[in-house]
T-cell receptor, first 112, second 111 residues
């Protein structure tokens, strides 16, 4: 397996634009997590899915953030409209039934 | 809410030294605990996973221990090498599907 795959690796966008981050979890994993990492706050859990169903989205900072998982092999995190304070590295991770979590390489988002 | 703390925040050691990284957590009702390594600009690489019923796990020069009752885990690195330089994070798994991360220990191994 190629591991957790995220795209794009880098994204630079202007304030107010819509941004969509994509994630393909490891095949067979039933839990998917979206994290945000900044120097100030470290790793923050935004939302996680279990069997494609959102379980806890309490970490999503605002209504500008939304996440979907239409099937077991794909998830998106959308920010609309984007703001400079959203600049961070966004990670997707997946796991199976409480086992080890595996992370993607992340998407570095810069909002100017 | 589970709080995870890692001390020290940064550590610098000469090559060849054995070292211990610490992770503490406030709620002992954990499912498992995982240690990760993160290189600058990269994602997190899983190092070791310890289930709640286990006391330790070993992989090569790495040994991780878990003491649930005291809310502590340690990562022991033997014979450190410059290539071990990275940030090490521990994550506590609650209920099998929520991971709470510490803020990490930045390790520098000096040649």
């Amino acid at each position: 397996d190629a591991g957790v795959i995220q795209s794009p690796r880098h994204e630079v966008t202007e304030m107010g634009q819509e941004v969509t981050l994509r994630c393909k979890p490891i095949s067979g994993h039933n839990s998917l997590f979206w994290y945000r990492q900044t120097m100030m706050r470290g790793l923050e859990l935004l939302i996680y899915f279990n069997n494609n169903v959102p379980i806890d989205d309490s970490g999503m900072p605002e209504d500008r953030f939304s996440a979907k998982m239409p099937n077991a092999s794909f998830s998106t995190l959308k920010i609309q409209p984007s703001e400079p304070r959203d600049s961070a590295v966004y990670f997707c991770a997946s796991s199976w039934a409480g086992g080890a979590a595996f992370f993607g390489q992340g998407t570095r988002l810069t909002v100017v | 809410k589970q709080e995870v703390t890692q001390i020290p925040a940064a550590l610098s050691v000469p090559e060849g030294e054995n070292l211990v990284l610490n992770c503490s957590f406030t709620d002992s009702a954990i499912y498992n605990l995982q240690w990760f390594r993160q290189d600058p600009g990269k994602g997190l690489t899983s190092l070791l996973l310890i289930q709640s019923s286990q006391r330790e796990q070993t992989s090569g020069r790495l040994n991780a221990s878990l003491d649930k009752s005291s809310g502590r885990s340690t990562l022991y690195i033997a014979a450190s090498q410059p290539g071990d330089s990275a940030t090490y994070l521990c994550a506590v798994n609650i209920a099998g599907n929520q991971f709470y991360f510490g803020t990490g220990t930045s390790l520098t191994v000096i040649p």
